[in-house]
């Protein structure tokens, strides 16, 4: 984030902040600290002025090892911060011709630390990052970070208001069959329906009547959508179509529009099944049977799955899927709980809804290893179109994720280039083929115990001297010749035996 010899390089933005502080430490400081912590992390950077340009130019500081020691008194004071994210490394002094300058580089803060705040009310001194300013957290946000925090994910909670009979029992149903259908002879088939329910974690018993009761996934999974408003006030699923240019969408499908049941279960298969009508499959046969299925539409159904149990159902604006002519746009509330660098890379699971993650698992869709988003990236990359795009958002918090079935000019250059590869060792295939009846040739014409020079070679061959003497450089070589002589008194001679 920060390099001496890049200096002249370096503008403001989301992960850099300069400030002149030639007063001491200025207040807007701790700001900033929490907004790099709640964000991806960043560098403030001490004793630097903006240009009218947006380019830095130093002003030094005064005294900086004092500063840094007052930095530290203030930061590990918890009236004045809630948490010191740093080690002693973290903080620097450097030196840029005549100017001193101190350098802090803020960690982003893991989930389980969040909110990082100013003061001792996180509502009012919560902050995060927009670009090249600090802005105040809203209570929802503050909220959000603070749900993100356990372990027991928001959608573990047992609904204690609500009874049994909030299920729309024809999706229980066909959840059931399709677990069964997966999972062939499942010692949970002969359940009842409240058993099994409780059993794949959308019902469990309350301590305080000791019965059983919905718990949150449970009511998002296979609620009615106005059973589930009751819990979650801004709960919305969106899909919609757009094809065609002169018309708004060419096909929309809305939770609330009151003609389904507008849950989760319902949503992902009705989506899913518009969202792959397009998709080529190559004729495949596994025994007699025809498999339609290929990573394409497993990646779909991985990116459909991870929108779904990674949305913060408590934040508004709903989860909207868009299928355009030739990208597909998959929008949830709720950030990225391991954070964007983690999750791109891979290997840790940690989902925002638990429990409805193990409800789509056992069913066959979905990863648990953390492998999800990269193996989405590897189907990209093998089709040759341009890679997924991942983005967030905040106030109010929401990821992005954008698949475009766009081939990678990047990747044609690639093709390109290897059938030109191809195509040399083609030539250079046919090159041999030439060179071995050219080296027989010279074999069978050479009699035993005479000797000849490359002139006298050159002739049969109809070729050049200098092709001539590497053809006889290589029967030297290969030890099929014997080479008597030096320079221009050479003379080759066939070698007993060794004429074939």
Not at 1 to 10: H, P, V
Not at 287 to 311: F, M, Q, S, W, Y
Not at 395 to 402: S, W
Request: positive net charge; contains cysteine.
């Amino acid at each position: 984030m920060f390099d001496l010899s890049q200096f002249n390089e370096y503008r403001e933005d989301n992960r850099r902040e300069v400030k002149k502080a030639s007063g001491g430490l200025p207040d807007s400081l701790w700001s900033t600290y929490s907004a790099f912590a709640n964000c991806y992390g960043g560098v403030i950077i001490l004793g630097i002025g903006e240009n009218e340009d947006g380019s830095w130019h130093t002003t030094g500081l005064q005294n900086a090892d004092k500063m840094r020691k007052d930095f530290w008194n203030t930061i590990n004071n918890q009236k004045k911060i809630n948490i010191n994210l740093l080690s002693d490394k973290d903080v620097q002094i450097y030196q840029i011709e005549k100017d001193i300058i101190l350098v802090i580089y803020v960690p982003a803060a893991r989930r389980e630390q969040k909110p990082v705040y100013v003061g001792e009310n996180m509502f009012k001194g919560t902050y995060r990052r927009n670009w090249e300013g600090d802005y105040h957290c809203t209570s929802a946000e503050v909220k959000s970070m603070l749900r993100d925090q356990t372990e027991d994910t928001m959608d573990m909670k047992i609904l204690e208001d609500m009874q049994m009979d909030i299920f729309n029992m024809e999706t229980v149903h066909a959840y059931r069959n399709r677990h069964m259908a997966y999972r062939r002879e499942h010692v949970w088939e002969q359940l009842k329906d409240e058993e099994y329910l409780e059993r794949i974690g959308a019902a469990r018993v309350c301590h305080l009547d000791g019965r059983l009761h919905p718990t949150a996934a449970g009511l998002l999974m296979f609620g009615d959508e106005y059973k589930i408003l009751y819990e979650y006030p801004e709960y919305f699923l969106d899909f919609r179509e757009l094809l065609d240019p002169a018309i708004r969408w060419t096909d929309r499908l809305q939770s609330s529009s009151g003609d389904w049941t507008g849950n989760l279960f319902d949503f992902f298969f009705r989506v899913y099944g518009k969202l792959v009508k397009d998709v080529k499959i190559p004729f495949r046969l596994e025994g007699a049977v025809r498999i339609d299925d290929t990573p394409v539409h497993k990646a779909i159904r991985e990116a459909l799955a991870n929108c779904l149990v990674n949305t913060d159902f408590y934040l508004p604006r709903g989860i909207v899927i868009k299928k355009e002519q030739d990208v597909i746009v998959m929008e949830n509330p709720g950030g990225i709980r391991t954070g964007k660098k983690q999750m791109l890379k891979g290997g840790i699971s940690d989902p925002r809804n638990k429990a409805l993650m193990k409800m789509f698992n056992m069913i066959g869709i979905g990863e648990r290893a953390g492998s999800g988003v990269p193996d989405i990236y590897s189907v990209w990359e093998n089709q040759g179109w341009i890679a997924p795009q991942v983005l967030e958002e905040y106030a109010p918090d929401r990821t992005i994720l954008r698949l475009a079935f766009i081939r990678d000019d990047r990747k044609k250059v690639t093709e390109k280039s290897d059938r030109k590869k191809v195509t040399e060792k083609s030539d250079r295939k046919k090159v041999t083929e030439k060179t071995l009846i050219q080296k027989k040739m010279i074999l069978s014409r050479m009699q035993p115990d005479s000797e000849y020079k490359i002139e006298e070679v050159a002739d049969w061959l109809k070729v050049g001297r200098t092709r001539t003497r590497i053809l006889l450089k290589m029967l030297v070589e290969e030890g099929k010749i014997l080479e008597t002589g030096i320079t221009k008194m050479k003379r080759y001679k066939a070698k007993k035996g060794k004429n074939e």
